[in-house]
């Protein structure tokens, strides 16, 4: 997938394994789509020569790419010195990339998946398997994040100006939320002087499930022309599910039978969101926008069974997400400088039935929290760009775990509350020197605050609050060598940081009447990265090599593991962890009809030292050493390699005075298997998977119609690793979907 035939303005704010062959499936995955790439590459050829208007016009791949990095100015593309994916809105539309998991893997290093409740994200091996995410937010200024969770929020792309992706730690400018990265996602403005409306209708049919209907709409209506515009964006989707409930009996903890639910198609899924953005130029000089977002997401039952997707449920477990989010953004130009402030309000409620040795658990995390950010930025055409600015968040969280009442009176256990805040400040700034037009260098830091606050509501009389205090000071320096106007060698150092976790209030409570003891929490971690990155393009622009090699040194990582075998997990650290790896992307664009490309990535995350622990095993009763992590093994949830390819294809056609055109989508994405942690010492594993998809049909200005394949070899891999102890099942990729897209545009 291409994102770079566009204009953007991008800017970087300052327990059985069925492993497959990975050569195999490289080498499949290699040769169907080098056969694709040379069967469009010789039909563009033939077009080209046809087409008079292709011959004239120059194909140069980054030709009107023009990027704001750094928020000192704009800049080529291939003058970022930064590792950085751009996908933009009309592209995502056109390839019918509606989710995160569609695309995001074509940034390479990138990875997502679903745990069963809300996505997950990890770029070049830097994972988080629990506490603040490793990958930071951003809906258009503002952060997303909460208080020790690591949630991506199950957003949609329809009637986005761009997505971007930035691999490697962003603390400078965007925070403690970003050791690995930071994914964006840019909302359309509405036009300040033209009615717009957009329809994007799907409907489809799942193999081994039902019919889905997905319904995008959005419409932006000038208020007063040239002066306040509103755009008003609604999704609506419902899926068929397809896992089928596998009939019998089960037995729950204390002896007694229950049936398992034995209907078909249990884990349905429905979303529904809108956004409302409104856009007002306050003066001359002035701009102010305010955007309310507000998503539902309710699965019967997760994504998760057997390879004939079936699976085991005694419990019905349904999950709901829902999310909303607002913020104020105002802007000043000065003569010399931007002024910026930004005002965000955030809240999140994630709630699921699982089961606990065959009894019902309810969890429920309810997140809320505040930001304020200000900044100024210069705007001269001197030699020394610079950024500067300040931040202040207030964050609290909410958690409830209620367990069978059963539970608790054999026991003498309550139900676990838990309410987590943050106190959070920070201060940054970056600059930029130009010392010629081959050479620059970039030197930043962010002096960071925060205050966390525990209190377990759990018992009678609550104790006092666990209180711990961070502050971090973070730099990074970036140096930029442009031999020539097509290429681009740039080195950074740069550091991340996450701040610490109280312990989790259900485990102090299952662990003290056993006498097990625990620590306090995990204290914080930090990551610095070295990165040296190699962009160019040859043959007349035709042809984009973006190239990367990167070594990441991680310390104290934050995980958790068992203090009762398969049972209870603790939060602690787990010593250190080193991820080296490359990444090489190419894009070929012979003409302005005929795009092909593809990237893969390797990377070799590890722990650096082994991690034990001691834990009662239930089975004797007695305190066993476990070995958790042991040294030299992958880290969790990271695949060693993946590998995504791409060709898109337009054509004119013979009607509609020309205005009508062809177009043909196809793509493909591998991802290594990933490992986990079983909670007895032992190592999970999940499959690799390859996952194509491909796209054909018709549209102009106006209307489009579209026939679509998704998951076009029916992939049925284990995406997630199993648990059976735990009744997690493995994550499963929804079937071959077969459908047809219509959408007008006014």
Same mark, same amino acid.
């Given at each position: 997938?291409?994102?770079?035939?566009?204009?953007?303005?991008?800017?970087?704010?300052?327990?059985?394994?069925?492993?497959?062959?990975?050569?195999?499936?490289?080498?499949?995955?290699?040769?169907?789509?080098?056969?694709?790439?040379?069967?469009?590459?010789?039909?563009?050829?033939?077009?080209?020569?046809?087409?008079?208007?292709?011959?004239?016009?120059?194909?140069?791949?980054?030709?009107?790419?023009?990027?704001?990095?750094?928020?000192?100015?704009?800049?080529?593309?291939?003058?970022?010195?930064?590792?950085?994916?751009?996908?933009? #809105?009309?592209?995502?539309?056109?390839?019918?990339?509606?989710?995160?998991?569609?695309?995001?893997?074509?940034?390479?290093?990138?990875?997502?998946?679903?745990?069963?409740?809300?996505?997950?994200?990890?770029?070049?091996?830097?994972?988080?398997?629990?506490?603040?995410?490793?990958?930071?937010?951003?809906?258009?200024?503002?952060?997303?994040?909460?208080?020790?969770?690591?949630?991506?929020?199950?957003?949609?792309?329809?009637?986005?100006?761009?997505?971007?992706?930035?691999?490697?730690?962003?603390?400078?400018?965007?925070?403690? #939320?970003?050791?690995?990265?930071?994914?964006?996602?840019?909302?359309?403005?509405?036009?300040?002087?033209?009615?717009?409306?957009?329809?994007?209708?799907?409907?489809?049919?799942?193999?081994?499930?039902?019919?889905?209907?997905?319904?995008?709409?959005?419409?932006?209506?000038?208020?007063?022309?040239?002066?306040?515009?509103?755009?008003?964006?609604?999704?609506?989707?419902?899926?068929?599910?397809?896992?089928?409930?596998?009939?019998?009996?089960?037995?729950?903890?204390?002896?007694?039978?229950?049936?398992?639910?034995?209907?078909?198609?249990?884990?349905?899924?429905?979303?529904?969101?809108?956004?409302?953005?409104?856009?007002?130029?306050?003066?001359?000089?002035?701009?102010?926008?305010?955007?309310?977002?507000?998503?539902?997401?309710?699965?019967?039952?997760?994504?998760?069974?057997?390879?004939?997707?079936?699976?085991?449920?005694?419990?019905?477990?349904?999950?709901?997400?829902?999310?909303?989010?607002?913020?104020?953004?105002?802007?000043?130009?000065?003569?010399?400088?931007?002024?910026?402030?930004?005002?965000?309000?955030?809240?999140?409620?994630?709630?699921?039935?699982?089961?606990?040795?065959?009894?019902?658990?309810?969890?429920?995390?309810?997140?809320?929290?505040?930001?304020?950010?200000?900044?100024?930025?210069?705007?001269?055409?001197?030699?020394?760009?610079?950024?500067?600015?300040?931040?202040?968040?207030?964050?609290?969280?909410?958690?409830?775990?209620?367990?069978?009442?059963?539970?608790?009176?054999?026991?003498?256990?309550?139900?676990?509350?838990?309410?987590?805040?943050?106190?959070?400040?920070?201060?940054?700034?970056?600059?930029?020197?130009?010392?010629?037009?081959?050479?620059?260098?970039?030197?930043?830091?962010?002096?960071?605050?925060?205050?966390?606050?525990?209190?377990?509501?759990?018992?009678?009389?609550?104790?006092?609050?666990?209180?711990?205090?961070?502050?971090?000071?973070?730099?990074?320096?970036?140096?930029?060598?442009?031999?020539?106007?097509?290429?681009?060698?740039?080195?950074?150092?740069?550091?991340?940081?996450?701040?610490?976790?109280?312990?989790?209030?259900?485990?102090?409570?299952?662990?003290?009447?056993?006498?097990?003891?625990?620590?306090?929490?995990?204290?914080?971690?930090?990551?610095?990265?070295?990165?040296?990155?190699?962009?160019?393009?040859?043959?007349?622009?035709?042809?984009?090599?973006?190239?990367?090699?990167?070594?990441?040194?991680?310390?104290?990582?934050?995980?958790?593991?068992?203090?009762?075998?398969?049972?209870?997990?603790?939060?602690?650290?787990?010593?250190?962890?080193?991820?080296?790896?490359?990444?090489?992307?190419?894009?070929?664009?012979?003409?302005?009809?005929?795009?092909?490309?593809?990237?893969?990535?390797?990377?070799?995350?590890?722990?650096?030292?082994?991690?034990?622990?001691?834990?009662?095993?239930?089975?004797?009763?007695?305190?066993?050493?476990?070995?958790?992590?042991?040294?030299?093994?992958?880290?969790?949830?990271?695949?060693?390699?993946?590998?995504?390819?791409?060709?898109?294809?337009?054509?004119?056609?013979?009607?509609?005075?020309?205005?009508?055109?062809?177009?043909?989508?196809?793509?493909?994405?591998?991802?290594?298997?990933?490992?986990?942690?079983?909670?007895?010492?032992?190592?999970?594993?999940?499959?690799?998977?390859?996952?194509?998809?491909?796209?054909?049909?018709?549209?102009?200005?106006?209307?489009?119609?579209?026939?679509?394949?998704?998951?076009?070899?029916?992939?049925?891999?284990?995406?997630?690793?199993?648990?059976?102890?735990?009744?997690?099942?493995?994550?499963?990729?929804?079937?071959?979907?077969?459908?047809?897209?219509?959408?007008?545009?006014?």
């Amino acid at each position: 997938m291409s994102a770079r035939s566009i204009r953007i303005n991008f800017e970087i704010k300052g327990i059985n394994m069925k492993k497959k062959s990975n050569n195999i499936a490289i080498f499949l995955i290699t040769r169907v789509y080098a056969l694709l790439a040379f069967f469009f590459f010789s039909v563009g050829m033939v077009g080209a020569e046809n087409n008079a208007s292709v011959n004239e016009e120059k194909d140069d791949i980054d030709e009107i790419v023009v990027v704001s990095a750094f928020k000192h100015g704009e800049q080529d593309l291939l003058t970022v010195p930064a590792s950085v994916s751009v996908f933009s #809105g009309d592209e995502l539309e056109d390839t019918g990339s509606y989710n995160l998991q569609d695309f995001l893997q074509m940034a390479p290093g990138t990875t997502i998946q679903n745990n069963g409740m809300y996505n997950q994200m990890q770029i070049r091996g830097v994972a988080s398997v629990l506490g603040t995410s490793t990958v930071g937010y951003y809906i258009d200024e503002s952060p997303f994040a909460f208080v020790g969770s690591n949630i991506t929020p199950d957003s949609r792309a329809f009637d986005l100006e761009r997505m971007e992706v930035l691999r490697g730690p962003q603390g400078t400018l965007y925070g403690q #939320g970003s050791v690995a990265g930071v994914l964006r996602m840019i909302t359309k403005n509405p036009s300040l002087n033209d009615t717009e409306f957009v329809a994007d209708i799907s409907g489809s049919s799942t193999e081994d499930g039902g019919n889905n209907q997905l319904y995008n709409v959005a419409l932006g209506v000038p208020l007063i022309e040239d002066k306040v515009a509103i755009r008003v964006t609604g999704i609506s989707e419902d899926l068929a599910g397809w896992i089928d409930g596998q009939p019998g009996e089960s037995v729950d903890f204390f002896g007694q039978p229950t049936n398992n639910f034995s209907g078909k198609d249990l884990n349905d899924q429905q979303h529904n969101s809108f956004r409302i953005k409104l856009l007002a130029l306050t003066s001359e000089r002035s701009t102010l926008t305010a955007q309310y977002w507000y998503s539902d997401t309710d699965f019967r039952n997760p994504d998760q069974g057997f390879e004939d997707r079936t699976a085991t449920i005694p419990i019905k477990n349904p999950v709901s997400n829902k999310y909303k989010y607002a913020y104020v953004n105002y802007e000043h130009e000065f003569d010399n400088f931007n002024f910026m402030s930004n005002t965000s309000y955030t809240d999140a409620a994630v709630s699921n039935h699982g089961e606990f040795f065959g009894t019902d658990i309810f969890s429920m995390v309810d997140n809320e929290g505040w930001t304020q950010e200000m900044r100024i930025s210069s705007t001269g055409d001197g030699p020394f760009q610079w950024i500067a600015g300040g931040m202040y968040q207030k964050q609290d969280s909410n958690t409830l775990q209620d367990l069978d009442q059963r539970i608790n009176d054999a026991f003498g256990f309550p139900d676990a509350v838990q309410i987590d805040d943050t106190t959070n400040s920070a201060l940054f700034a970056d600059g930029t020197y130009s010392f010629n037009e081959q050479w620059d260098v970039s030197i930043g830091a962010r002096f960071f605050k925060d205050e966390r606050a525990t209190i377990d509501l759990s018992g009678a009389t609550p104790p006092d609050p666990k209180v711990q205090k961070f502050s971090d000071f973070s730099p990074r320096l970036n140096v930029a060598f442009h031999p020539n106007d097509q290429s681009t060698i740039f080195f950074q150092a740069g550091k991340g940081f996450r701040s610490g976790l109280n312990q989790f209030a259900v485990t102090y409570f299952l662990a003290a009447p056993l006498g097990i003891d625990i620590p306090a929490g995990a204290q914080e971690e930090d990551l610095w990265t070295y990165e040296l990155g190699y962009k160019s393009e040859f043959n007349d622009g035709k042809v984009l090599l973006e190239a990367a090699v990167f070594h990441n040194e991680w310390d104290n990582l934050q995980q958790s593991a068992p203090v009762i075998l398969q049972t209870l997990n603790a939060i602690l650290n787990a010593g250190s962890a080193t991820s080296s790896g490359a990444e090489l992307g190419l894009t070929f664009k012979p003409n302005e009809r005929l795009s092909v490309g593809g990237n893969v990535s390797w990377n070799d995350s590890k722990y650096g030292e082994d991690v034990s622990v001691n834990a009662i095993d239930l089975a004797t009763g007695d305190t066993v050493p476990v070995l958790i992590f042991p040294k030299d093994q992958r880290l969790a949830n990271v695949p060693e390699w993946t590998a995504s390819l791409w060709a898109d294809y337009r054509w004119p056609l013979e009607f509609g005075n020309g205005a009508w055109e062809g177009y043909f989508h196809t793509d493909a994405q591998y991802r290594d298997v990933i490992t986990n942690a079983d909670g007895a010492g032992g190592i999970l594993f999940s499959d690799d998977s390859l996952v194509a998809r491909a796209r054909i049909g018709i549209d102009n200005e106006t209307w489009g119609v579209f026939l679509f394949v998704n998951n076009m070899f029916d992939e049925d891999s284990a995406f997630t690793p199993a648990n059976p102890p735990f009744a997690i099942w493995a994550n499963r990729l929804r079937p071959r979907t077969i459908g047809l897209n219509v959408k007008y545009r006014y």
